[in-house]
């Protein structure tokens, strides 16, 4: 008797068989010991398109809008070069698993797919068109290490008890359809003349033009402001150090005159320093990552790096068993691994001049089940990697430092504050000076970048100072930065809560789980899209949106698919069907509902015109 592994690519599916000492390799599959390992190419089947319900909608007239089919069906995907034709490939591989399903030395089928809400939906898609009757259960691993393969097959569950995350799955997929085909066919119809134009419109494409919109017009409407600081250069025996000018919590000043005449009060005169405050400070390193942070730390450190192909060569790296889960909310780890985590450092730690110095913990901060969200934080496995492309390098250096830094001692600064006081005419006035230098390097010694001392000399307080220079200083306001990826990610992680334009930024930020734009596994698909639509362009790493992208957000009339919060909602409520919170057949309804309001609605109104090709 045989079991059936179904896995989501063939690399996976080779890891599995490796595993299980499957050695028999045939066209589509990998049998031995018992077991039989096969694969999808990820999806194989998609959702009919509407000329496939009916040939009429092949034609996009308005009368065929809005259109959602009573039921949904699915066909073999097409072919990615030849989108009228069936992909050959797809269709031979699931007569490949059919044929296996029913064979008759199979007792159980196990759905080994990834761990998410596409993975789920995946497998059920084959199972359902397949019509497989023999009893399915599901592996819940995060890692394709043999160690874990044989864990997960002693702890399988039963395929049904997955029903919420397949649910989850199935309602993404139908909102996506029946919004994108609506909405892009009824606007390109109204708002397009001439051949060739398309407005692709989707519900996590549309807000997340939006945030990119209104960046620009902050920048576009930003009111440079000039302000005022005074500068000064103090020096005795000792040696020589700068102080700006402060009143109560401010150091910069409208009147340049009034500063100017403060210059002149104290030009001259001599000044003491009455306090001096001296402090260690402690900087712990950034937590684990999760993918919308590792995506933002690459590209905003590596150039020539996207978001998406940092996806890709985590999702390789995983395929090959040196990391975790890569498509993760999640920048803890499940408290279930602590003894798995500490085999990997040990591991990992080896051969590194400073291994005494990395010591195991089980801090809360890197373990606790509160902050993990269905996976783990991304981390390295136990298999070290032998041969690395260069880009797979990159990343993989990125995680195996983020998690080794976690278990090295704080970074620490010695800071210091001097308040030097010159009398003017009726009041003292204020300089304030800081240095920082770094004392104790801890975590900061795996990486190569130097931080700067700010040294001063070695003054104290009482001591007298003489003022060697005073100089007025003009400051102007800068306006916010365009969007990197970096910052798009997490705007988009946080429903647009983050508008931190600092690319250095990666604090984590308080959300509500799941009420986002789009999932981890999407967003950088997500700014692809914008830039394929025409939406978007990027220059160095900034996004910049196009005259297209502008006219369409300020002509697009239903602003509810603009608004961050109601996307994130949606998402929301994506994830509450996806815990069994709440109900498929409800989220739909609202869905469908929508659609077909706001189609109707752009349908009635008058139109202004986005593009035009046709020739003048």
């Not at 009893?135 to 890692?143: A, D, K, W």
Request: aromatic share 10%; proline share 3%; with cysteine.
């Amino acid at each position: 008797m045989s079991k059936l592994l179904l896995a989501e690519k063939p690399s996976v599916a080779r890891n599995i068989a490796e595993a299980l000492g499957c050695k028999t390799r045939k066209d589509g599959y990998i049998e031995g010991n018992g077991y039989i390992v096969t694969w999808a190419f990820g999806h194989l089947l998609t959702l009919y398109d509407c000329k496939d319900y009916n040939p009429e909608l092949a034609l996009w007239k308005f009368e065929n809008f809005p259109y959602i089919p009573e039921h949904f069906e699915y066909k073999i995907k097409n072919d990615n070069k030849n989108k009228n034709v069936i992909d050959k490939g797809a269709e031979k591989q699931l007569k490949i698993i059919n044929t296996l399903i029913n064979r008759e030395d199979v007792t159980e089928i196990i759905s080994a797919t990834d761990y998410d809400r596409e993975g789920e939906l995946i497998a059920l898609l084959i199972f359902n068109y397949l019509k497989a009757k023999k009893p399915i259960y599901r592996i819940l691993i995060n890692e394709w290490t043999p160690k874990e393969i044989k864990k997960g097959l002693e702890n399988l569950k039963l395929n049904k008890e997955m029903k919420s995350l397949q649910d989850a799955g199935v309602s993404r997929q139908l909102a996506d359809w029946v919004i994108g085909i609506n909405f892009t066919s009824i606007c390109t119809m109204k708002y397009t003349r001439g051949r060739g134009n398309l407005l692709n419109i989707g519900r996590v494409l549309m807000p997340t033009l939006k945030m990119i919109y209104d960046r620009e017009m902050q920048i576009k409407n930003f009111k440079v402001e000039e302000s005022f600081e005074l500068n000064a250069t103090f020096k005795n025996e000792a040696g020589e150090y700068k102080g700006k000018f402060f009143h109560g919590k401010k150091d910069k000043f409208p009147n340049k005159k009034n500063v100017e005449r403060l210059k002149n009060e104290i030009e001259g005169k001599e000044g003491i320093i009455t306090e001096k405050k001296v402090e260690i400070k402690k900087e712990n390193p950034p937590s684990l990552f999760n993918l919308s942070n590792l995506q933002g730390y690459v590209t905003s450190k590596h150039k020539g790096w996207t978001a998406d192909k940092v996806l890709k060569v985590a999702q390789s790296l995983y395929e090959k068993k040196h990391i975790t889960y890569p498509r993760t909310e999640s920048t803890a780890l499940e408290e279930s691994i602590k003894d798995k985590a500490k085999n990997v450092l040990e591991t990992l730690k080896k051969d590194l001049p400073f291994k005494d110095e990395i010591v195991f913990n089980d801090s809360t901060k890197v373990f606790n089940n509160k902050k993990v969200e269905s996976h783990s934080a991304i981390m390295p496995t136990y298999i070290i990697p032998k041969k690395l492309t260069e880009d797979e390098r990159t990343v993989y250096e990125a995680i195996k430092n983020r998690f080794i830094s976690q278990f090295m001692p704080s970074a620490e600064y010695e800071n210091t504050e001097l308040i030097t006081s010159v009398q003017g005419e009726n009041y003292e006035r204020l300089f304030s000076t800081k240095g920082k230098i770094l004392k104790v390097k801890g975590w900061l010694k795996l990486y190569k970048e130097d931080k700067k001392d700010e040294l001063l000399p070695p003054v104290n307080k009482d001591d007298v100072v003489e003022i060697t220079e005073l100089k007025v200083i003009s400051k102007k306001s800068k306006p916010p930065a365009h969007h990197t990826e970096k910052t798009l990610l997490k705007a988009m992680e946080t429903c647009g809560k983050n508008t931190n334009s600092n690319e250095e930024t990666e604090e984590d930020s308080t959300i509500l789980y799941g009420y986002s734009i789009g999932t981890a596994a999407t967003r950088a698909e997500t700014i692809n899209k914008l830039k394929y639509a025409g939406y978007i362009t990027q220059k160095g790493k900034s996004l910049l949106i196009t005259d297209k992208g502008i006219k369409l957000v300020e002509t697009f009339p239903v602003r509810e698919l603009l608004d961050t919060d109601y996307t994130g909602r949606l998402e929301k409520k994506l994830y509450d069907i996806e815990k069994g919170t709440f109900n498929k057949e409800n989220f739909l309804k609202e869905i469908f509902d929508f659609t077909i309001k706001s189609v109707n609605t752009i349908k009635r109104i008058k139109a202004n015109i986005i593009c035009d090709t046709r020739t003048q």
